[in-house]
């Protein structure tokens, strides 16, 4: 019973992953259930360091200034959001044995959301302070790099057949389920697959959004380089940009977003309705570990 089942559908990139505030989101990497969650939180500084020189190559001046920032920021997630990861997922491994309805799946999805939007508050500084320090030839980096993203997403979501497309999510959702509950039975994965036909997962309509953003985030990095603000006079600007990477603009594409989100609570639940005592006990020692290892990580 977990976050990572909801999220098995591909979204469009936060606003945040936007410069420095995509790689941040690495520090939420607790509620999908890492492999080697400790190892993976403990270097998050400069796996999100190296992602951020990926998309805009840092130069001297501000390689530094984006290490003491995720440096700064990683000690305020252990401190102050780390015990409260703790709490999402002894939440949810209290629900495990039981049923659990539509809402109570989506109340956890939720929870879960705003711990992102705190840290992308958080953020807000270190991204204004790079934003307005990036040069022409960045933004062009940065504009390349988006470009291969979508390829990329085009290649993997789009450009294929709606057979491949569905078989795709399948395989994802299958098993992001197994890793909790262990193999799923027959007529488990038979339902697993009905509700991906079913679905009303569109990557067109998410490609779209991503490319919004990716307009979105450019016309503001240009605009705050040519008005010549500092970082002060820049976040009122960074935190319009960020907050429409949260609430897209676009009336049709939230409202495909919410009922998507509905869809995959009724998934979970569904899909959790038929699990037996076992599976579900799997699930919960699960989620007990991972709070073990995030309590064991905020201590430090």
């Not at 190296?50 to 001297?60: E, H, K």
């Not at 790079?130 to 988006?146: G, I």
């Not at 991906?196 to 240009?222: C, G, H, K, N, Y």
Request: with cysteine.
């Amino acid at each position: 019973m977990t976050i990572a089942f909801l999220s098995g559908t591909p979204a469009a990139a936060p606003s945040v992953r936007r410069i420095i505030g995509a790689a941040l989101l690495g520090l939420s990497l607790l509620a999908a259930g890492c492999s080697a969650i400790k190892l993976a939180y403990e270097g998050l500084p400069n796996i999100s360091y190296y992602w951020v020189d990926g998309y805009v190559d840092l130069d001297d001046a501000q390689a530094p200034q984006v290490r003491e920032a995720l440096a700064g920021l990683h000690q305020w997630h252990r401190r102050n959001e780390l015990p409260l990861y703790a709490g999402l997922l002894e939440r949810a491994a209290r629900l495990a044995p039981g049923e659990v309805t539509a809402p109570q799946a989506c109340a956890l999805f939720d929870d879960m959301r705003e711990r992102f939007v705190t840290l992308l508050g958080q953020a807000e500084p270190a991204v204004s302070a790079l934003a307005v320090r990036l040069s022409p030839a960045q933004l062009q980096q940065l504009e390349k790099k988006y470009a291969k993203n979508n390829r990329d997403y085009r290649e993997e979501w789009i450009d294929v057949t709606p057979e491949k497309r569905r078989e795709r999510r399948y395989e994802s959702i299958l098993k992001r389920s197994e890793d909790f509950y262990g193999r799923l039975t027959r007529e488990q994965r038979q339902m697993v697959r009905a509700q991906v036909d079913a679905s009303i997962f569109d990557p067109s309509l998410m490609l779209a959004e991503r490319m919004r953003r990716q307009d979105d985030a450019l016309r503001t990095l240009r605009q705050l380089q040519s008005g010549g603000a500092d970082a002060t006079a820049a976040r009122p600007q960074v935190h319009a940009w960020l907050e429409r990477g949260l609430r897209s603009p676009d009336a049709a594409y939230r409202d495909y977003e919410q009922r998507l989100r509905a869809e995959s609570c009724r998934i979970f639940a569904q899909a959790h309705a038929t699990t037996t005592p076992e599976q579900r006990e799997k699930a919960r020692q699960r989620l007990l570990a991972y709070q073990a290892d995030v309590r064991q990580l905020a201590s430090r």
